[in-house]
């Protein structure tokens, strides 16, 4: 079996504290991404290296349009009440 979505993470989480560690570490690594691409476009613009900008944008492009469309989904998995 693949890796588990965030969504899947969060249901599967036994505790509000465990659903919150996982989502923080989920911006954590969403943040670190985003970061990384700035740099790199940043990186690009300075050089003139229009290819890698395209590359580039194409990446934030399509990273900012999966983690948006999957907040729709953490958020009510965060809030969700604990089994007991």
Known sequence: ?????????????????????????WANEWRTEYEKNVNLLNQAIITKDFDSLIRV???????????????????PAMGERDES
């Open 1 to 25: 079996m693949g890796r588990l979505s965030i969504t899947q993470k969060l249901r599967k989480a036994s505790s509000a504290e465990r659903r919150q560690e996982i989502s923080l570490n």
């Open 57 to 75: 944008a194409g990446f934030l492009r399509a990273d900012g349009k999966k983690m948006f469309e999957s907040l729709s989904r953490v958020l």
